[in-house]
């Protein structure tokens, strides 16, 4: 494990803080720390002998204003769970981090007006429970559930399976509480339908990564509970038959939640590694697809009888090769579990560069075929492929290594396979980052492959905000590192 650096600037921070709001929020011990010095995925390390852990937003606004005034970087952290280390302290342990956990309340849930108001330290599950209780849904869901918080899923703006019916978390975020760098709160909690009062302050910091302020609290948009559901798995040619199968279903109905795609040899490899999977399908399939549809009105028509109806239409037109329907909810969650389980399953089965890119939805089926093959062709031995959320124009493309490849085959190859990988999605008129956050991990890339005016526009915000790079320094864009006396 890297040794914090020790600095005068951090001891003098951390006595400050003790003396302004109490020593109970501040910890020191490396054991404590350590956990938390590391990325979800293990890819980055960093260094800090300084963890804070304040309790109430009046606690988060003295913690900025001391740091500020003792110029230490500040690493806004909730349940760690980024793809990109985006919430990794920097290798040199000049920054704290500061951590939103203990603030955990869900303040508010009003189902009459479908929002809930909840503290960043709010744990994803936590909240869909909540609102269940009082018979709503918060509609964003994703592995990292038990984890993640809801301050980090504003911050960097999370996606998910029901993005195709509700948005990212842009679109289910009607409010937010932040501290900004220089200590000030900005009170936007209010869900206004209309707003004319010039920058929309909330929106710009919604996927900022913590690099402009510290969200301490959100109002989400909340839907009706599902009242019934219906889960189908479906064999079909070519992601292009999977994308007219996704058109027919959206102009029959908007009560399909989730749509997504898995190839093949992805399926094989979960039933290979998965113990307690299977293909649910009679004969082999190039492509599936897993779709499914809801009802939040028990008097609407059932979910599986939309769901016959509407893959029958698509048998009838040729889109479909075979298809069946989940007929108990257990049946329905080993259908999941299928789609779930794909990034365990290609872990299991050797080294995997993954990226999380979208294109244009019309353009995704042409991507992931010549995509795959483009790279394939660059690097001999590679098995490329991608599965996901075919109806956002967003897939997980991954890069297999050959056979026989070690643990570092990723370290010495993600140099060279994820640009040629980024330089085919910018090509296609895509993102690097769909739903992951740049973070550290594409910070280079966004710089090389974006143009300028983003660029430029991106750096003037972040130095408007923070002329003193003292949030989340290193993620997302470089700016010339603001660092205390040591």
């Known amino acids: 494990m890297t040794e914090p650096v020790p600095t005068t600037a951090l001891h003098r921070f951390a006595a400050a803080v003790a003396e302004r709001i109490g020593a109970d929020p501040v910890i020191t011990d490396v054991d404590t720390i350590a956990p938390w010095l590391i990325d979800w995925r293990g890819r980055y390390q960093g260094a800090s002998s300084l963890l804070l852990?304040?309790?109430t937003t009046t606690d988060v606004a003295a913690i900025v204003q001391l740091a500020a005034a003792h110029r230490v970087p500040l690493v806004p952290q909730g349940g760690n769970t980024s793809m990109v280390g985006g919430a990794t302290p920097p290798e040199d342990g000049s920054a704290a981090i500061l951590s939103l956990r203990r603030m955990n309340?869900?303040?508010?849930?009003?189902?009459?007006?479908?929002?809930?108001?909840?503290?960043a330290g709010v744990i994803l599950s936590d909240l869909h429970d909540a609102a269940l209780a009082q018979g709503r849904r918060f509609p964003l869901t994703l592995g990292a559930k038990g984890s993640a918080t809801i301050g980090g899923l504003v911050s960097t703006n999370a996606g998910g399976t029901q993005v195709l019916r509700f948005?990212?978390?842009?679109?289910?975020?009607?409010?937010?509480?932040?501290?900004?760098?220089?200590?000030?709160?900005?009170?936007?909690?209010a869900p206004l339908k209309k707003d004319n009062r010039g920058y929309d302050l909330t929106q710009l910091l919604v996927g900022a990564e913590g690099t402009l302020g510290v969200v301490t609290a959100a109002t989400l948009r909340l839907v009706p509970a599902i009242a019934a559901r219906a889960v189908g798995w479906v064999g079909v040619d070519s992601p292009h038959a999977a994308l007219d199968l996704l058109r027919l279903c959206e102009a029959a109905t908007d009560r399909i939640e989730s749509f997504e795609i898995v190839p093949a040899h992805s399926l094989a490899l979960v039933v290979e590694h998965i113990p307690g999977t299977r293909d649910p399908l009679n004969g082999p399939h190039p492509w599936h697809v897993l779709i499914e549809a809801v009802a939040s009105d028990a008097g609407a028509e059932p979910p599986a009888i939309l769901l016959e109806r509407l893959l029958s239409g698509g048998l009838e037109r040729g889109l479909i090769r075979d298809a069946t329907i989940a007929t108990s909810?257990?049946?329905?969650?080993?259908?999941?579990?299928?789609?779930?389980?794909?990034?365990e399953?290609?872990?299991?089965?050797?080294p995997a560069l993954q990226h999380d890119i979208s294109v244009p939805v019309a353009g995704m089926p042409d991507f992931m075929i010549d995509g795959a093959a483009a790279v394939e062709a660059a690097f001999p031995g590679t098995s490329a492929g991608a599965f996901g959320h075919l109806g956002d124009g967003n897939v997980h493309f991954h890069v297999r290594a050959p056979v026989g490849a070690d643990r570092n085959w990723v370290a010495e190859n993600s140099g060279r396979i994820s640009p040629f990988v980024h330089d085919l999605v910018v090509a296609a008129g895509g993102s690097i980052s769909a739903e992951h956050g740049i973070g550290q991990m594409k910070r280079d890339e966004l710089a090389r492959?974006?143009?300028?005016?983003?660029?430029?526009?991106?750096?003037a915000i972040k130095r408007a905000f923070d002329p003193d790079n003292l949030f989340n320094p290193g993620k997302l864009v470089t700016l010339a590192p603001a660092r205390a006396d040591q």
């Open 329 to 343: 909810e257990a049946q329905a969650e080993a259908l999941w579990k299928l789609r779930d389980s794909i990034s």
């Open 105 to 119: 309340a869900v303040r508010r849930i009003d189902a009459d007006a479908g929002l809930a108001v909840v503290e």
């Open 167 to 189: 948005g990212t978390m842009r679109a289910l975020v009607l409010g937010v509480e932040a501290v900004l760098p220089d200590g000030s709160v900005h009170d936007g909690l």
């Open 53 to 55: 852990q304040p309790r």
């Open 345 to 350: 399953a290609e872990r299991a089965s050797g």
């Open 449 to 459: 492959l974006s143009s300028p005016a983003r660029m430029h526009a991106l750096i």
